[in-house]
């Protein structure tokens, strides 16, 4: 019987793309090149299977011709670069990698508090730069997180696991928004008060980390008014998406003191970032690396790979999402 075939939209992990070059007839993108929507609706109708990330988008107007495709298997956890209720539709299972990237996203949510609070990126580049004249008492102050107050807007697995680390690791007091009840379960060992909007979150926290799953539910959460709430000492944090925080008024309320920092690590129209933002020492910008580590990039692989495995074997689909 012939081997399914496959479309991998970038360049995966070596050990993941061998896996998969044995086991279907997979079409790899060794020059990890960008695929325009245009080229990954055409594949829709040429490969059983289409593998995006969070870089390709593939709106609702892709899937209304024929298709071939059976499944999207997103690697990554976040879909809002996938019109999952049209490719569903059209009889197109969309899955993707929840639980393996938790751990590092909320690893660098604590990596972006700390360079925030402790302005370790503003540090590195004056000494890069040989402006550091030495130590002196009043040099670069920054804030202590012990004592300090954590708001989680988004209290699933990352939030969770963000609010475990800034609890045990940094001593801070936690508050967050989750729009469902977080199971006792999942709150076990964490001293959290979950409070009833984000609004109160943005008011009692002097950190604030976003952790929802952006598009058109929580696209725009994060305005000049809440930003306001967080007031003048507040730090914002996003590893979650860009559109969930609006991106002008947080240039504004950096510009006019209404909080004291931001840490990015997603954007509303990656790679594109507001020059504006850019330009300033109290703001900490990453290039979207939440689960850019080793181990956890061979894991949302592999975790692909055995969904594909499922699907074309016949058994339950994993991970489906939507
Ligand atoms: C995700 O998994 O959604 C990350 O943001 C990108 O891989």
New binding site residues.
Partial sequence: MAKPRILLTRAWPEAVEARLARDYDAVLNREDTAMGTAEIGAALAEFDAVCP??SDRLPAEIFTGGHRARILGN?????NHIAVDAARTAGIEVT??PGV?TDC?ADLALTLMLMLARRAGEGEREVRAGRWSGWRPTHMIGARLSGKTLGIVGMGRIGLATARRAQAGFGMRVVYYNRSPVPAESLAGLDAARLDTVDQVMTAADVVSLHVPGGAGTAGLIDAERLALLGPEGFLVN?A?GDVVDEAALVAALEAGAIAGAGLD?YADEPRVPEALTRRDDVVLLP?L??ATRETREA?GHMVADTLDAVFAGRDVPNRVG
Avoid at 75 to 79: D, I, R, S, W, Y
């Fill in positions: 990330t969070v690697f990554g956890v976040g879909v993707n990698t990237l996203t590893t998406r997603v979207h939440g689960s949302m």
